[in-house]
C-alpha cells in the first residue's frame, strides 16, 4: 500500500480558485489525491446529449490537464455509486481524511451520510465545509430559532450579519495546488465511457461588469436586452466560480438590487434545507387539494411553445434551443402553466429541471411554487398575469418576441390555446374551491 493520503471531492465547486474544502485539504500535512464521481444516481435520469453533463466533463478535462501540466499531479475521475468508489479507494490507498464542500439537496445529505457512515467505521475523517453560498442552513434565522417563511425580513438580517472581512475572505486554494498527490495517471474517462454525447449546445461565460450591475434594475426586466443579467446561474450551480468573489463584486459596484437576487438564491436553499418535502408537497398544504386538469396534450404545446401567446411561446422556444429562459418570461410561463392552464407546477419543474443549464432544485422549486402560489411568500393566488400585458410591457418593440417567434404572422403560427378571460375565470374558480 502506498503512504497516507488525504482524499478532495470535487461536486459543485468545479474550480481551484478559492474553494475552501479545498484549501483545507490542501493545508492539512497529507498528500491530497482530488476525486470527481460521475454518480449514475444522478446520470442515469439525464438525456443522453445533456449540456451540463458535457460541461462538467470539459471543466473536469481542463483541470486535469492543468495539473498535469503544472504541477506533475491529476484529478481522478470516476463513474459509479460513490460508496463503491470509496470502498475501492480505501483499499488502493492508505486514506486519512476526505475532504469535501457541503451541499444541501435531499439526494446529496442522504449520500455524504452514507459516505460518513462508511469512512467513520473504518477510521478515516470525513470534513465539509460551508462553500457554495454566504449563510447556510439555520444561520439566518428569526430571534426564536424559526426560519424566515418571508423574504424581505429573511434578507434583512442576512445584510444585517454580513460582514465583509468575515464571509468574504477567500481561500487561498489555488496558492497550494503543489500539494496534491504527486501522481499523473490517474483514472480517466471518457464522455461515452459514462453513456453521453457532446452536446451542441453550450453554456455560455458569464458577464459581470460594474456597467451591468449599476444598471441592473433598469435592464434586468427586458428579455430583449442584451447583457441585461449576468448568465451567472449555471456557473454558481456547478461552482465555476465562487460565491464570495461574485458577491465582492455586487459589493463594489453598489447595486442593492443584484446583491438581493444573490440572497434570494440563499433564501430558496434554507427553504429547501428547512422543508425538503417541499421538492413534492406544496409548501401551504391546501395547494395540494388543487383539481389540476393535467391535460397531456395542452402539456406537450406548452412545452413545445405552441400556446398562441407569442411571449410564452418565445420563452418556451428560447428554452428548447439553448437551456436558458428570462427570469421574467420563466415568471410567465411557470404562471400560464399553472393558472391558464391548470396543469400541476410538478410537471413544469420537471421540465425545466431536464432542460436548463442554471437548474437549481432549491430556485426551480421554491420559484415555481412562487409561481403556483403554493410556496413560501407567494404572490396571491388571484394575481394571475395576463401574458399580453406583460408582453406590451417587457418586450413592447417585439424584438424577444421576433427572435424566437419569427413564424408569427404566418398561418402556421397556433391560434390561442385558451381565451385570457376565460381561463383566469376558471383558474379562480378551481382555487379558490380548493382552499376555502
Ligand atoms: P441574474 O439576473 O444575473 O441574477 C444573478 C444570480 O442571482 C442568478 O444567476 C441566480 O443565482 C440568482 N437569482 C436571480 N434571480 C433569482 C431567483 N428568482 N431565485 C433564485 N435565485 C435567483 N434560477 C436558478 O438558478 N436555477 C433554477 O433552476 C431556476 N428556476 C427558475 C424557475 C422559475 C419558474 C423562475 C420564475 C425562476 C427560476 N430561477 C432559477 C431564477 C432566475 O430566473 C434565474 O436565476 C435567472 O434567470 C438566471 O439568469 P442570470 O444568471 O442571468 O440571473
Not at 412545452?303 to 410567465?332: P, S
Not at 378571460?421 to 376558471?426: D, H, I, L, P, S
Request: net charge neutral; with cysteine.
Amino acid at each position: 500500500m502506498s503512504k497516507a493520503i488525504a482524499i478532495f471531492w470535487f461536486r459543485r465547486d468545479l474550480r481551484f480558485q478559492d474553494n475552501v474544502g479545498l484549501f483545507a485539504a490542501l493545508e492539512s500535512s497529507l498528500p491530497v489525491l482530488p476525486i470527481f464521481i460521475f454518480d449514475p444516481e444522478i446520470l442515469d435520469k439525464l438525456p443522453k446529449k445533456d449540456p451540463r453533463v458535457s460541461f462538467i466533463y470539459d471543466q473536469l478535462q481542463r483541470m486535469r490537464s492543468q495539473l498535469q501540466e503544472d504541477y506533475g499531479s491529476s484529478l481522478a475521475i470516476y463513474h459509479g455509486r460513490p460508496k463503491d468508489i470509496f470502498h475501492k479507494l480505501v483499499q488502493e490507498h492508505e486514506v486519512k481524511h476526505v475532504y469535501t464542500n457541503r451541499d444541501y439537496e435531499p439526494y446529496a445529505l442522504n449520500r455524504d451520510n452514507e459516505i460518513k457512515g462508511f469512512l467513520t467505521e473504518n477510521n478515516i475523517n470525513f470534513s465539509t465545509y460551508k462553500d457554495q453560498v454566504i449563510f447556510e442552513k439555520d444561520e439566518i434565522v428569526k430571534s426564536d430559532g424559526d426560519p424566515y417563511l418571508v423574504y424581505t425580513p429573511y434578507k434583512n438580517k442576512w445584510l444585517f450579519k454580513f460582514n465583509n472581512d468575515e464571509h468574504l475572505q477567500p481561500s487561498a486554494s489555488e496558492d497550494s495546488l503543489k500539494n496534491f498527490m504527486q501522481h499523473s495517471r490517474l483514472p480517466n474517462l471518457s464522455l461515452s465511457d459514462i453513456g453521453f454525447e457532446v452536446s451542441t449546445v453550450k453554456i455560455p461565460d458569464y458577464t459581470l461588469t460594474s456597467n451591468l450591475i449599476s444598471k441592473y434594475e433598469d435592464t434586468r426586466n427586458y428579455p430583449a436586452i442584451k447583457n441585461g443579467t449576468s448568465r451567472l446561474g449555471p456557473h454558481l450551480r456547478f461552482g465555476t466560480v465562487s460565491i464570495r468573489s461574485i458577491v465582492k463584486k455586487a459589493i463594489s459596484s453598489e447595486n442593492e438590487v443584484f446583491m438581493s437576487e444573490l440572497i434570494w438564491r440563499e433564501f430558496f436553499m434554507q427553504i429547501l434545507w428547512h422543508y425538503p418535502n417541499t421538492v413534492t408537497d406544496a409548501f401551504k398544504p391546501k395547494y395540494d387539494r388543487i383539481e389540476w386538469r393535467n391535460n397531456e396534450k395542452e402539456f406537450e404545446k406548452w412545452k413545445k411553445g405552441e400556446t398562441g401567446y407569442a411571449l410564452i411561446d418565445a420563452g418556451m422556444r428560447q428554452l428548447n434551443a439553448t437551456g436558458y429562459m428570462h427570469n421574467r418570461v420563466r415568471m410567465l410561463v411557470a404562471s400560464f402553466l399553472c393558472k391558464h392552464l391548470l396543469i400541476d407546477w410538478r410537471w413544469g419543474e420537471a421540465y425545466f429541471a431536464e432542460k436548463l443549464l442554471d437548474y437549481e432544485m432549491s430556485s426551480n422549486v421554491g420559484n415555481w411554487q412562487w409561481a403556483a402560489g403554493s410556496g413560501v411568500d407567494a404572490a396571491p393566488y388571484f394575481r394571475i398575469f395576463n401574458p399580453m400585458t406583460q408582453a406590451d410591457k417587457f418586450d413592447k418593440e417585439g424584438k424577444y418576441t421576433e427572435k424566437w417567434v419569427p413564424n408569427i404572422a404566418d398561418p402556421s403560427y397556433p391560434d390561442k390555446m385558451v381565451d385570457h378571460k376565460e381561463a383566469r375565470e376558471r383558474c379562480l374558480r378551481v382555487y379558490k374551491s380548493a382552499l376555502s
